[in-house]
């Protein structure tokens, strides 16, 4: 009985929107929405991908969405945009991970970078997941994006885990006696990689801890007071200690924050974070009594933090074993308490571009697309990852491009072997890149390409000189622009097109 009233109700609904079809075409009811292209069959990527098209929910203005090309034959009927149709809600995918927002339509057709798409990526990882320090749960969220949209584009998927040993702190402050002689506690956070035990030492004011901030006589004994600020937190504390400190307090430049940074190296001096008010209470005690001794204390231990790369492989065709390999890779972690937009929400963004428009090109080749994790930590991710490479993967790998921090700064910066950073200037330039400048050899090992080079593997390094925001809270979304991103993807097209020809 059900089937006879469905299939009447069926007919009787086929007869009522062709009707309306018509009517609606009569009167020039309008346009067909674009909701008509993702069921033309000239796009059948669109249709398969069950991706949803929202943006991702984000408080800053959404990328420009692409306008996906008008189908040029007329499709069959169009799908009438009567309210009164049941929406058409896509399969679930089962690659979705359930913690973040979808990805951007990956299967769209464009065969161009699109600086929009890879800027989509960019506001999902630095405003939407934001901080995506090393170990936390962002970097895990940040990487199950990744994955995601990596399986989207039909990579071959992997998340290679590792672990690092860093520290955890167990209870860490100061104290002092002020001037009316009473005790002034204040709780700190250690630094990751800080020296570990108590000091109690005249404390001095070293402005930003540059070396040109210290003070004439050195601060042999010393405990160094310093504002966040200028240069990285291992810079502050190498150039206090060479200078003879025996501890380094750091107050935040940033009002209501707690500062809880990281080190690249191991430090052997306690050095302790601090919120910028409570640095206002030790810089106000410095106007009164010149100097004072203060007790540091940094209680931390060790302990082994997980991490993720993110690998996806476009292998190449057939069954050669024996194919060239091209990796391109960037970091997606970031330091704590900065969003990490440009370093290096930029660049893994352009590598997921990149895996989008590059997945069906020089099927010769393997493809692979890494995002590397714990970056910041000392290189982590990529030093782990070159460890797993077997001596016939290093012959075959012909070149690693390394992306990160790409949309801020006038000159763009190339860096590497030298025969791929000709290719790459060339390419720049002709894109219209304006400033390009070689990138000199002591810059190369604050990034991913260094584990690369250091296994004698040909790198090549895109780079911009001078972000003012560089690990900084002000590192945000807003700073990026896609054309910049677009500008890299492209050159870096450009270099791989000359060299898989050569
Ligand atoms: N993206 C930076 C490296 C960088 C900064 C390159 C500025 C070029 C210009 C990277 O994420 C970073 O901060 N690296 C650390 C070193 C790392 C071993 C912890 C650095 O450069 O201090
Ligand atoms: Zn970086």
């Not at 099927?363 to 890494?370: G, N, S």
């Amino acid at each position: 009985m059900s089937k006879k009233f469905n299939k009447f109700a069926f007919s009787g609904l086929i007869k009522f929107f062709l009707l309306l079809f018509l009517i609606c075409n009569l009167a020039a009811c309008g346009e067909p929405t674009t909701t008509v292209l993702s069921l033309a069959p000239t796009n059948p990527a669109t249709t398969v991908s069950g991706e949803p098209t929202a943006p991702p929910a984000t408080t800053l203005a959404p990328a420009t969405p692409i306008a996906l090309p008008r189908p040029t034959s007329a499709p069959t009927i169009a799908v009438p945009t009567a309210t009164s149709l049941p929406a058409i809600t896509p399969a679930p995918s089962g690659t979705l991970a359930p913690s973040v927002a979808p990805t951007v339509p990956a299967t769209t057709t464009q065969l161009d970078f699109s600086g929009d798409l890879a800027m989509s990526h960019v506001t999902q990882l630095a405003s939407v997941i934001g901080p995506r320090v090393a170990g936390t749960e962002a970097e895990r969220k940040a990487g199950d994006y990744i994955e995601n949209h990596f399986r989207q584009l039909g990579l071959t998927v992997s998340r290679p885990a590792f672990q690092v040993s860093t520290s955890l702190d167990k209870g860490s402050q100061l104290s002092f006696k002020n001037s009316s002689k009473q005790t002034v506690e204040i709780k700190g956070n250690a630094f990751n990689m800080s020296g570990n035990g108590k000091v109690n030492a005249p404390l001095v004011f070293a402005n930003y801890g540059r070396k040109t901030d210290i003070p004439v006589g050195g601060l042999q004994g010393r405990i160094a007071l310093v504002e966040r600020g200028e240069i990285p937190f291992e810079d502050k504390v190498s150039n206090v200690m060479q200078a003879g400190a025996v501890g380094i307090v750091v107050y935040n430049n940033l009002a209501d924050q707690p500062l809880k940074g990281t080190l690249g190296t191991q430090a052997t001096i306690p050095a302790l974070g601090i919120t910028k008010a409570d640095g206002a209470k030790l810089r106000d005690e410095l106007l009164v009594q010149t100097t004072y001794p203060l007790n540091l204390e940094v209680n931390i231990t060790n302990q082994s933090i997980d991490m993720t790369n993110v690998v996806g492989v476009r292998p190449a065709s057939g069954v050669a074993t024996d194919s060239p390999i091209l990796i391109l890779g960037g970091h997606y972690d970031s330091v704590p308490d900065s969003p990490g937009a440009n370093d290096n929400a930029s660049g893994t963004a352009t590598v997921m571009e990149l895996a989008r428009v590059l997945k069906d090109r020089y099927p010769q080749y393997e493809l692979r697309f890494i995002a590397f994790a714990g970056e910041e930590i000392g290189l982590t991710g990529s030093a782990n990852y070159v460890k797993t490479l077997t001596a016939s993967e290093k012959n075959r790998l012909k070149a690693m491009i390394n992306i990160d921090m790409i949309t801020v700064g006038d000159t763009l910066l190339l860096g590497g072997d030298t025969s791929l950073v000709r290719l790459a200037q060339t390419a720049a330039l002709d894109l219209g890149a304006g400033n390009v400048q070689v990138m000199p050899a002591a810059a190369l090992g604050g990034s991913d390409n260094y584990s690369f080079q250091q296994v004698s593997i040909p790198t090549l390094f895109f780079n911009r000189e001078n972000d003012p925001n560089y690990h900084r809270f002000s590192d945000s979304v807003d700073k990026v622009k896609p054309e910049r991103l677009a500008l890299v993807g492209r050159s870096v097209m450009k270099v791989i097109d000359v060299l898989t020809k050569s």
